[in-house]
């Protein structure tokens, strides 16, 4: 390198904008150096790899050069290969094909094979293939891996394994890309037998089987693989958690967190993260305090995805002032993903003017919004019912900042109007919409016309429902339910018949409730044998005994249908899972404590009455959250207006 390529490319190290870029290469332009074939290539190099949002540039810098080298493709190939685009890898791989000055190289050919993969589109990974075997560079280990990884991705694990036994001399790497081939096409027994034919592993090699075992739920054997590894690095412990935790095993992920804690071992940001998730969807709040105090002590405070995530995580856990404090508190500048994470937490539990004003205040601090952003705040207008405040946001969307809306967005307008009764509103909107209605956009305004009693128009839009996605289960029961409402008996029979024949599944319901750090999992129904559910069947009698004396409860026969998607009996109306679990809480968590229940349901009508009176009777606050939203009852109502 010559002193002005040095300065070149000290300078071009610094560009960390597109626009810096652009400047650079305005000014390396004037001197004539943007054609020196190392600055080029070092130019490609930072607008395609190393700068984010700068491909596009890449590719133009690509087609403009009058003689680009293989390196320079190369780098095109790659950075296309880790991007949202990787079939423009694949293009940039044709045209090198055709430029016979620049020859294909095992580079080449192992980037576009990793676009292929991600892709997963096995008739581009067998051409490239063929390219490889024409070259002779089939075998050659970098090759041979991404063909082993692009055919387990594509599905075709026999594939990967007959180009493995191909390779004369496979290194661990490529022993670890069989292995993880296996589990991509859960083949448990394969990647069990790849492992002990392995000459020698490596800690990455115990930690891919961990990894394969803990996302297919196979904790048995996780457990008899960690407990004999050699050595463990955070990687091992992380897996353990993380996988524990997203299968729903909270007990058992806290179990691990704390043995790690016991060794004196600091976790990484994944399996804090990772901890932190499970417990938002468990709503697992005393963990996640846990957790909170153990990331101050370490001294993660610091990094904003940790905060992230334990903002997200307070949210969901109904600790809306905590996740407040956390966001306020946050260090150094706040992300996007940051303040979605605020700002989802202040809607789902129906703060829209709060989450309003965070949004504004967002856009005063010069962070721009993305569609994600936006979906967030206009799910708080409608579950806060601002409807003119939510008209004004899509448009400013649209407007203002020049995003497309999707299908999520659309569905945020229909709930919106929906909610607010403004039924010919909301049909209009549909009809209107850019992009063709999906199922999910006609279901949200048949959720609207059974709440509002609208039996014409939701036969209209159950009819565009049957077309669409004619065995779901959800719409049937929104259906027989304005029927039931308007009376119409004979309507209600014909449809639970329709659902018989069409042998509809229904999603079984669970409940959890954290109590003493331990998590408890209820199921809709009776069981004698399990001395949890007993004591929790056992409150649950008195409760309903007192709430029906002292509040006036009437079981609300109608409306069992409401929710027969999940829970069909009669009967057990009385022991949905939700019941079990906040029964059981009033049983064992001390006074004035809140209740706090998570269901991956949505709560039925009756379970929600239930729930009012208990609040109301018992002068105690319950928060559930259910499939859609938060419900707070207080004082004999709920945060949701009865709205869900
Ligand atoms: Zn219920
Ligand atoms: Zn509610």
Redesign the pocket.
């Known amino acids: 390198m010559n002193s002005a390529e040095q300065f070149c490319v000290s300078l071009l190290n610094n560009c960390r904008t597109l626009r810096s870029l652009q400047h650079f290469h305005a000014r390396a332009a004037v001197t004539g150096l943007d054609s020196d074939p190392l600055v080029a290539g070092k130019l490609l190099l930072h607008s395609a790899v190393h700068l984010s949002g700068a491909l596009d540039y890449a590719r133009r810098l690509l087609l403009h050069n009058p003689c680009p080298d293989t390196f320079m493709y190369n780098t095109l190939i790659r950075g296309f290969s880790d991007s949202a685009s990787p079939q423009n890898s694949v293009s940039t791989f044709s045209l090198m094909l055709q430029n016979l000055d620049s020859p294909v190289d095992s580079f080449s050919l192992a980037f576009t094979l990793k676009s292929a993969a991600n892709m997963r589109c096995l008739r581009t990974g067998t051409q490239l293939h063929s390219q490889a075997l024409t070259r002779g560079l089939h075998t050659h280990l970098f090759v041979g891996t991404t063909l082993i990884s692009m055919y387990a991705e594509c599905g075709c694990v026999e594939f990967a394994q007959n180009m493995f036994d191909e390779i004369p001399e496979p290194n661990i790497v490529t022993w670890n890309a069989l292995v993880t081939a296996f589990f991509r096409c859960v083949d448990v027994k394969g990647a069990e037998r790849v492992f002990n034919l392995m000459p020698a592993k490596n800690l990455a090699s115990y930690n891919l089987m961990l990894a394969g075992y803990t996302k297919l739920g196979e904790f048995e054997f996780a457990r008899k693989v960690f407990d004999k590894m050699p050595i463990r690095d955070e990687i091992s412990w992380s897996t353990m958690i993380v996988g524990f935790a997203q299968h729903g095993c909270f007990n058992e992920a806290f179990e691990y967190f704390r043995e790690l804690h016991k060794l004196g071992i600091t976790p990484n940001e994944v399996s804090l993260t990772g901890a932190l998730s499970a417990c938002a969807q468990a709503g697992a709040l005393e963990f996640a305090k846990i957790l909170h105090g153990y990331i101050e002590k370490v001294g993660f405070v610091w990094m904003i995805p940790v905060n992230n995530a334990l903002t997200d995580t307070y949210s969901k856990c109904g600790s809306i002032d905590m996740a407040l404090l956390v966001f306020q508190r946050m260090p150094g500048e706040k992300s996007i993903v940051s303040w979605t994470s605020i700002i989802a937490g202040l809607a789902i539990q129906g703060y829209g003017e709060e989450a309003l004003s965070l949004f504004h205040e967002m856009e005063y601090s010069g962070i721009k919004p993305d569609g994600i952003l936006f979906v967030t705040i206009l799910y708080a207008c409608s579950h806060s019912g601002l409807v003119e405040k939510g008209d004004e946001i899509f448009d400013r969307m649209t407007k203002i900042y020049g995003i497309t809306p999707e299908i999520e967005h659309y569905g945020c307008m229909v709930d919106l109007y929906g909610r607010a009764g403004q039924l010919a509103k909301a049909y209009d909107f549909v009809s209107k919409m850019t992009i063709s209605p999906n199922a999910v956009i006609w279901r949200t305004l048949l959720g609207a016309c059974s709440f509002h009693g609208d039996l014409q128009l939701a036969e209209r839009v159950k009819r565009k429902l049957s077309e669409l996605d004619p065995k779901n289960s959800g719409d049937h029961v929104l259906l027989s339910n304005i029927y039931a409402f308007a009376g119409k008996w004979k309507d209600v029979a014909t449809v639970r018949r329709s659902m018989a024949e069409l042998k509809l599944v229904k999603t079984p319901g669970w409940s959890m409730i954290e109590v003493d750090k331990v998590m408890h999992t209820f199921v809709a129904g009776f069981k004698e044998d399990d001395a949890v559910i007993k004591e929790a069947y056992e409150k649950l009698k008195e409760v309903m005994l007192r709430i029906r004396v002292e509040g006036g409860y009437v079981p609300e026969v109608v409306n069992v249908l409401h929710d027969i998607e999940e829970e069909e009996k009669e009967g057990s109306v009385m022991v949905h899972s939700e019941k079990l679990a906040v029964a059981f809480g009033m049983g064992r968590l001390t006074k004035g404590k809140i209740v706090r229940v998570v269901k991956n349901l949505r709560?039925c009508k009756d379970c929600?009455n239930v729930?009012k009176l208990i609040s109301e009777v018992y002068g105690l606050e319950i928060l559930?959250r259910d499939r859609s939203?938060f419900?707070?009852?207080k004082n004999g109502s709920?945060?949701?207006?009865?709205y869900?």
């Open positions: 709560v929600h729930m559930l939203r419900h707070s009852f709920c945060s949701c207006k009865d869900w």
